[in-house]
């Protein structure tokens, strides 16, 4: 493959990705939707018999190029949302994550093992059965984080509780999936060259403990060199590339050496590099033009264009387990995070919207359903299901999201009429 050959999917893409978030905007919809139905519009393509097309979009070469833009998409996505994060408010949702995160784990990873014991074959065991429910655990919340920042309400109470809880809800995933992989393998260690990932759950906390101290530690290491430049050569483009460039080694260095994602690597930098430094401001606004330009739109456009051949290879015979299981997906995460809240003082309405912020899964779950059939626990059939968690996740949170936020500015307009 040339380089050149990605230059016209990635025209259809930012093309069409506009057209349909302006259709969006028409219906009162966020735009995310548009990019996400542009996704899943070029992905339909791939049924086209025709082989110019077939090669000139859907070639192994190209796919794995949109993979790549579309991972500095919702890296710079967790970015922005960290340089946008107030300290100070996290602290105050501290208990409150924490307590989101646990029955957001909690809930869904219980209806996956139940799903699973009702419905699979009486050969497989209760570890089985458990990694069917830890998949379920998954959250990624690059699409609420749009949605959020769209709405204006990613700096609300909601937007805080919902991006910490899911930087605890990583970390718990991790220790979860660490844990019964490593009984499927009987306590061996497994070959991953330098990510040094062994499925010994006392190394991963080990590890987990790690990162944050060593990346806190070299974050307020940054921050005092960036206030140095910033007051020699104020509102200059050299803090914005730095700060980049930090994000994109917090990233990798979180995935290849902790075993963290590397959004939430991401996320922390735009943390520790945000909040008091004067230019931040300045700092995202040149992520946001960046990255909402060109890289978040291939993301949410690749979400559908990745996925959709695997629902052409669902097999009849797991049909029944499947709609189960996606309806245990989303009600576990909208119930389990939800009663969180709400536990946690939270109001009914923001409740609900917490609960929809933690419902969506993108390509964590992925890679948690991967992690399961490598290691002989799961059933490689249970993928295009997976697929639509994805789908219907990512399609139904900004709708109801936004539905939530209109229907309540409404009734402060009505009381106010009245008043």
């Not at 796919?63 to 107030?86: E, N, P, Q, R, W």
């Not at 300290?87 to 909690?106: C, D, E, F, H, Y």
């Not at 995202?284 to 559908?304: Q, R």
Request: charged share 15%; proline share 3%.
């Amino acid at each position: 493959m040339e380089a050149f050959e990605i230059l016209l999917p990635l025209a259809l893409i930012l093309c069409l990705g506009k057209l349909m978030g302006l259709g969006a905007h028409r219906i009162g919809m966020p735009a995310v939707i548009g990019m996400l139905v542009a996704g899943i519009l070029i992905g339909l393509m791939k049924y086209i018999p025709w082989e110019p097309l077939q090669n000139a979009f859907f070639s192994p070469e190209v796919s794995f190029a949109l993979k790549v833009v579309s991972k500095l998409g919702v890296v710079l996505i967790m970015f922005s949302a960290g340089l946008g994060t107030d300290l100070k408010r996290l602290k105050q949702t501290g208990v409150a994550s924490v307590v989101i995160t646990g029955m957001g784990v909690a809930v869904p990873m219980a209806l996956g093992t139940l799903v699973a014991f009702l419905f699979r074959e009486p050969g497989e065991g209760a570890l089985n059965w458990l990694f069917y429910g830890a998949i379920l655990t998954a959250t990624s919340v690059s699409v609420t984080v749009a949605v959020m920042k769209e709405l204006g309400k990613l700096e609300s109470k909601v937007g805080t509780a919902i991006i910490a809880a899911a930087v605890i809800d990583d970390v718990v995933g991790i220790i979860i999936l660490s844990v019964l992989t490593g009984f499927a393998s009987g306590g061996e260690s497994a070959e991953t060259g330098w990510n040094w990932f062994q499925p010994n759950s006392g190394m991963v906390v080990i590890k987990i403990i790690l990162f944050f101290v060593i990346f806190i530690a070299v974050g307020a290491a940054l921050r005092k060199l960036f206030d140095r430049i910033e007051r020699k050569a104020p509102h200059n483009r050299r803090v914005p590339i730095l700060s980049l460039a930090a994000c994109f080694v917090y990233s990798y260095c979180a995935e290849k050496f902790f075993g963290v994602a590397d959004i939430t690597g991401a996320y922390l930098a735009g943390i520790l590099l945000g909040g008091t430094l004067s230019e931040t401001p300045y700092v995202e606004t040149k992520v946001d033009t960046m990255g909402y330009l060109f890289f978040s739109p291939v993301f949410f456009a690749n979400i559908g264009i990745a996925n959709i051949e695997y629902f052409s290879q669902i097999d009849m015979a797991f049909l029944a387990f499947g709609c189960v299981y996606v309806a245990a997906a989303l009600l576990g995460k909208l119930v389990g995070c939800g009663v969180g809240a709400k536990l946690c003082k939270f109001s009914m309405h923001d409740s609900f919207r917490v609960g929809l912020g933690m419902m969506v899964r993108a390509e964590v779950v992925l890679i948690c359903t991967e992690k399961g059939v490598a290691s002989g626990l799961v059933d490689a059939a249970v993928f295009p299901f997976v697929i639509l968690i994805i789908l219907l996740s990512s399609i139904l949170t900004p709708i109801l999201l936004k539905w939530s936020y209109r229907r309540e500015e409404r009734q402060s307009r009505r009381t106010q009429e009245t008043a």
